[in-house]
Structures are given as structure tokens and as C-alpha cells.
């Protein structure tokens, strides 16, 4: 349930009916929030935002111009969507065929970031704080800590929590250059060794 003065929507944008928003949230000019969307706390919702039926979006969710979130998305918290990005969800769209029963799930995990104008295919996980570069069309899974790049998307390496470039040594060991914490790579598995941040 909306409790309208927990968080802020613009005059232009429109929230549907049975759509839940969380507190601290800020929705701009001309956005749609359809019914049964669910929005989290600290979320931000850019200008001409379409946001569709029970979409879940999770804590402190950014959301930049022009993106079209599709039924069947899910973003977990702090998911970065960048400007003029868009998912979809049916394989095959027709026109003349409602094809509603074939939505396909697509779930952004944890800290991943969707860089401007990227496509992501239905059915698909971007795994947690994967990096997806500017104008990729994502058309299979990412994995955790993942950068790709592209049309159709090819993964080019790894990125630290922070976003940066992961080099690993012959241990398949490497250092975020920004906050210390150690990421060891095994059978092709990037994870974190240690949570020390400077």
C-alpha cells in the first residue's frame, strides 16, 4: 500500500492503482508505475520511466531516462539501470498474438550495473555486481562479477563490488584497485577472499 507522503512522485509521473513504493523513493517527470509493480525503499525512478505489472525492484534501485522494465524483471538491491536501457520478455513477439502466458523471468542480481542503451534478452540472470557495458545486447546468462561487453554480448573479464577491473595473477588472484579487497578466481568463479576495505 502507497503511503504517498513517504516518498515523492512528480505531478507528470502516474502511479496505477495496487502498485507498492517503498519509503524514500523519488519517481520524475513522466514516469509510469503500473498496478502490482513493486517498487523498494531508496529507489530512484528517472524521467520517462515505464515500470510494468508486478515488476519487483529491490532497496536503493537507480533507474536513469527513457528505461522500459518489462513484466517478468526482477532487480534485486542496488541495481544500476542505465539510460535508454531495455528488457524484454517473450522470445518471440508477435503482434497479432497475445503470448501474456510466455513472459519469461529475468533476474538482475545484487549490485549489478546495466550500462546506457543495453537490450537484456528475457530469461536470463545477470549475476551480482556483473557489469554490463554501454549498448550490449545480453542474450545469456552473466556471471557474478562478470563484465561484458557487445552485440550479442561477450564477456571481456571480471569487476570488483566497486566496478573496477579485476587483473588476476598466475594465483588467480587480483586486488580491487580502489578498496583492497582481495577476488580469487577458481573454475572460472570470481568471489571475494577478504571484505578489508581501505
Known sequence: ???????????????????SIGSETKIWHFSHIMSNAIIGTNCTIGQNVVVSPEVILGQNVKVQNNVSIYTGVICEDNVFLGPSMVFTNIMNPRSEINRKNEFKTTL????????????VLCGITIGEYALIGAGSVVTKDVPQYGLVVGNPSKQI???????CRLNFNKKEEAFCPESGILYVKENNIVRVENQKIN
Open 1 to 19: 500500500m502507497n503511503k504517498k507522503d513517504q516518498y515523492f512522485a512528480h505531478e507528470t509521473s502516474v502511479i496505477d492503482e495496487g502498485s
Open 108 to 119: 538482475v542480481k545484487q549490485g549489478a550495473s546495466i550500462g546506457a542503451n543495453a537490450t
Open 157 to 163: 573479464g571480471w569487476v570488483s563490488k566497486r566496478g
